[in-house]
C-alpha cells in the first residue's frame, strides 16, 4: 500500500524545455547550442517518489502531463550535467509505451539547478544506506552469564556496617554469667575516701582530750 504512495520531493514553477540537437562529440552537450531564448516548452517540474521509484514529471500550468522521465540512478544516463553550465541538464524522457527521447531542460534561477541536484542526490543516497541496512546480516551476541571454571562469586546480604551484639558468656553450670558493674568514676572514688576518712577521723581522739603532745 505504501509502495502506492506518492510523495513530492522537489516543485519548480518554472522550467525551459529545449529540443537538443545532434550530439557534437563524446564530450558532452553545451546549452549554449541549444537557443537558450527560445524555449521549446516552459512550465512546471516535479520530482516525486512512488516507493522507491523517481520520477521527473513535466506539466503545464493547467496540470496537463507535459513529458515525465523515470530516473533509476544519479548522475547516470536519464539526467546528465552539460559542460558549459550548472543551470542545465539533459533528461531522457519516456512514454507509456517504454520509448525514450532526450530534451533539454534548464531553469532561470541558479539557486533552483541546485535545489534539483540536491534533491535527485538525498533520494539516491537515502535509497543506498537502507538497501545497506537491509542487506547487513543480522548479527546476534549472545550474554554468557555462566561461571567459568574456577571462577567464584561473593553476594553480601544486609548491612555491613552492623556490627552484631555480643553474646553472653556461658559458666560451667549453663546459666548465663552476670556482667560486673563498671569501675567507678574520678568523683565516686572521692566520694568513697571522704567516707572512710570521715569514719578514721571520727574513732580518731582529738589531741586536746587524749593528752597526745605535738612537736
Known amino acids: 500500500m505504501d509502495d502506492d504512495y506518492e510523495r513530492t520531493l522537489l516543485v519548480k514553477n518554472e522550467c525551459f524545455v529545449y529540443r537538443l540537437p545532434p550530439r557534437p562529440s563524446n564530450r558532452g552537450y553545451r546549452a549554449a547550442d541549444w537557443g537558450l531564448d527560445k524555449p521549446q516548452w516552459t512550465g ?7 516507493g522507491k521509484k523517481l520520477c521527473i514529471k513535466f506539466d503545464d500550468r493547467s496540470g496537463e502531463l507535459f513529458a515525465k522521465a523515470p530516473v533509476d540512478t544519479y548522475p547516470g544516463v536519464a539526467v546528465e550535467p552539460v559542460t558549459d553550465s550548472s543551470r542545465y541538464f539533459v533528461i531522457r524522457i519516456m512514454d507509456d509505451n517504454g520509448r525514450t527521447a532526450f530534451i ?16 535527485l542526490q538525498d533520494h539516491f543516497k537515502q535509497v543506498k544506506t537502507d538497501e545497506t541496512i537491509k542487506n547487513e546480516p543480522l548479527t546476534s551476541s549472545k550474554l554468557d552469564l555462566g561461571l567459568k571454571e574456577g571462577q567464584t562469586f561473593t553476594i553480601k546480604l544486609g548491612n555491613s556496617s552492623t556490627k552484631p551484639k555480643p553474646k553472653p558468656k556461658v559458666q560451667a ?14 568523683a565516686s572514688v572521692a566520694a568513697k575516701a571522704d567516707a572512710e576518712w570521715g569514719d578514721f577521723s571520727s ?13
Open 203 to 215: 574513732s580518731a581522739p582529738s589531741s586536746a582530750s587524749s593528752g597526745w603532745v605535738t612537736f
Open 173 to 186: 553450670g549453663g546459666g548465663a554469667g552476670l556482667l560486673l558493674p563498671p569501675p567507678p568514676g574520678p
Open 44 to 50: 512546471r517540474m516535479k520530482i516525486v517518489v512512488t
Open 104 to 119: 533539454g531542460a534548464g531553469f532561470a534561477d541558479r539557486g533552483d539547478a541546485f535545489d534539483f541536484n540536491v534533491a
